[in-house]
């Protein structure tokens, strides 16, 4: 497929290391979709800690970054544009708002008169919005007004979350399409134990204290185990971690997780769990359906048709009722269990698959350029 063929794409984002975290895992996905459409395309991030040990991370993508002059939470890169100008894109595509690749974003527009597109990633959604209000407004005043009046066009994964864009930034045209997951097994490998797994950020909006209360409340099974993978900033791992010193043994925290590491937790697990108070569209219950993992999460998740298809049972951000989940969910018998795994594997091999959602993206690329 290459009705891309000779389009020039620069994705622009923070961070596109493990640090970017959710949004970093979609953008690989992504470059590497464009790729197979056809279309040259360049990754511009900022400069960090794990750029050149996660470089891998694009395959034959190239990455070109900007160093970080000041705090990191701004994100300010005097180079950034020069970067940016230099990858020679015919369209600019921003992942992540709020820090200061918005700005340069604008000032290429600007100065090249091209097609500029962002994607949020759930950031405009009103828990986080929420949080940081005195950044915010300034990044509002500062950078962030001036880049969405200046967008042809925001990217929403979800309708809740067009909802949210329009919001906050206006009535500018809006395209939904959802994240792409990684390619899906044929089959689940099975069969599991009464292991459950949360995996990606530690960050409060991922709500771990109410998931680790959860685990002391919900009626659990022989050898049942909840596995806590992933990272986030010192202090919300030094934080988790405290917490576990009085949690039951069978709760254990592993650190970060990527790769091969990664997809064995995901296929050893029975259930994975993302009891969030906020997400865009979150990649981890994308990469469990892939595994044929059934999921337990919260309707923050924005995946709807994860519950219709039988494939996710819900849960609210409460205690009581993240255990109730768990409860049903380490209890169920292995043929309902298989029943949800083949619907969870169904829709990574449907609506979520990177077949249907490039044709999405072609269109809209295309209609860009035009």
Same mark, same amino acid.
């Given at each position: 497929?290459?009705?891309?063929?000779?389009?020039?794409?620069?994705?622009?984002?923070?961070?596109?290391?493990?640090?970017?975290?959710?949004?970093?895992?979609?953008?690989?996905?992504?470059?590497?979709?464009?790729?197979?459409?056809?279309?040259?395309?360049?990754?511009?991030?900022?400069?960090?800690?794990?750029?050149?040990?996660?470089?891998?991370?694009?395959?034959?993508?190239?990455?070109?970054?900007?160093?970080?002059?000041?705090?990191?939470?701004? +994100?300010?890169?005097?180079?950034?544009?020069?970067?940016?100008?230099?990858?020679?894109?015919?369209?600019?595509?921003?992942?992540?708002?709020?820090?200061?690749?918005?700005?340069?974003?604008?000032?290429?527009?600007?100065?090249?008169?091209?097609?500029?597109?962002?994607?949020?990633?759930?950031?405009?959604?009103?828990?986080?919005? +929420?949080?940081?209000?005195?950044?915010?407004?300034?990044?509002?005043?500062?950078?962030?007004?001036? $880049?969405?009046?200046?967008?042809?066009?925001?990217?929403?994964?979800?309708?809740?979350?067009?909802?949210?864009?329009?919001?906050?930034?206006?009535?500018?045209?809006?395209?939904?399409?959802?994240?792409?997951?990684?390619?899906?097994?044929?089959?689940?490998?099975?069969?599991?134990?009464?292991?459950?797994?949360?995996?990606?950020?530690?960050?409060?909006?991922?709500?771990?204290?109410?998931?680790?209360?959860?685990?002391?409340?919900?009626?659990?099974?022989?050898?049942?185990?909840?596995?806590?993978?992933?990272?986030?900033?010192? +202090?919300?791992?030094?934080?988790?971690?405290?917490?576990?010193?009085?949690?039951?043994? $069978?709760?254990?925290?592993?650190? $970060?997780?990527?790769?091969?590491?990664?997809?064995?937790?995901?296929?050893?697990?029975?259930?994975?769990?993302?009891?969030?108070?906020?997400?865009?569209?979150?990649?981890?219950?994308?990469?469990?359906?892939?595994?044929?993992?059934?999921?337990?999460?919260?309707?923050?998740?924005?995946?709807?048709?994860?519950?219709?298809?039988?494939?996710?049972?819900?849960?609210?951000?409460?205690?009581? $009722?993240?255990?109730?989940?768990?409860?049903?969910?380490?209890?169920?018998?292995?043929?309902?269990?298989?029943?949800?795994?083949?619907?969870?594997?169904?829709?990574?091999? +449907?609506?979520?698959?990177?077949?249907?959602?490039?044709?999405?993206?072609?269109?809209?690329?295309?209609?860009?350029?035009?």
């Amino acid at each position: 497929m290459a009705d891309l063929a000779g389009t020039r794409i620069t994705l622009l984002t923070a961070s596109a290391s493990r640090l970017g975290g959710g949004v970093a895992s979609a953008l690989y996905g992504h470059a590497a979709m464009l790729l197979e459409a056809g279309a040259e395309v360049t990754v511009v991030a900022l400069a960090d800690t794990h750029s050149e040990e996660d470089r891998h991370l694009l395959g034959p993508v190239p990455l070109r970054t900007a160093p970080v002059a000041g705090p990191r939470i701004y +994100g300010y890169a005097p180079s950034l544009v020069d970067e940016l100008l230099a990858s020679e894109a015919d369209i600019l595509h921003l992942h992540g708002i709020w820090m200061y690749p918005s700005r340069a974003a604008t000032q290429w527009a600007r100065r090249t008169g091209r097609p500029y597109l962002i994607s949020p990633h759930g950031m405009l959604d009103p828990w986080i919005t +929420g949080r940081g209000r005195g950044k915010k407004a300034l990044a509002r005043i500062g950078y962030e007004w001036a $880049s969405w009046h200046r967008t042809d066009a925001f990217h929403a994964l979800t309708d809740d979350e067009a909802a949210d864009i329009r919001r906050e930034a206006g009535d500018g045209r809006v395209i939904v399409i959802p994240n792409a997951g990684p390619p899906a097994l044929a089959a689940a490998p099975g069969p599991r134990g009464p292991h459950v797994l949360y995996i990606g950020r530690i960050h409060p909006k991922k709500n771990l204290d109410a998931l680790v209360d959860a685990w002391t409340m919900a009626a659990l099974p022989v050898g049942a185990e909840l596995t806590i993978a992933g990272w986030g900033s010192s +202090g919300d791992v030094a934080a988790l971690e405290a917490r576990l010193k009085n949690a039951p043994a $069978s709760v254990r925290f592993v650190g $970060s997780v990527h790769g091969e590491a990664k997809q064995v937790l995901l296929e050893q697990a029975r259930f994975v769990v993302l009891p969030s108070h906020s997400e865009g569209l979150p990649m981890t219950i994308l990469e469990a359906w892939a595994a044929g993992t059934p999921t337990i999460m919260t309707a923050a998740c924005h995946l709807p048709e994860g519950f219709a298809a039988g494939a996710a049972l819900e849960c609210e951000t409460v205690p009581a $009722s993240i255990a109730n989940a768990i409860g049903r969910a380490v209890a169920l018998d292995e043929p309902s269990w298989r029943a949800m795994s083949d619907a969870a594997l169904g829709l990574a091999h +449907g609506a979520f698959s990177a077949e249907q959602v490039m044709r999405q993206w072609v269109g809209a690329y295309r209609e860009l350029a035009a």
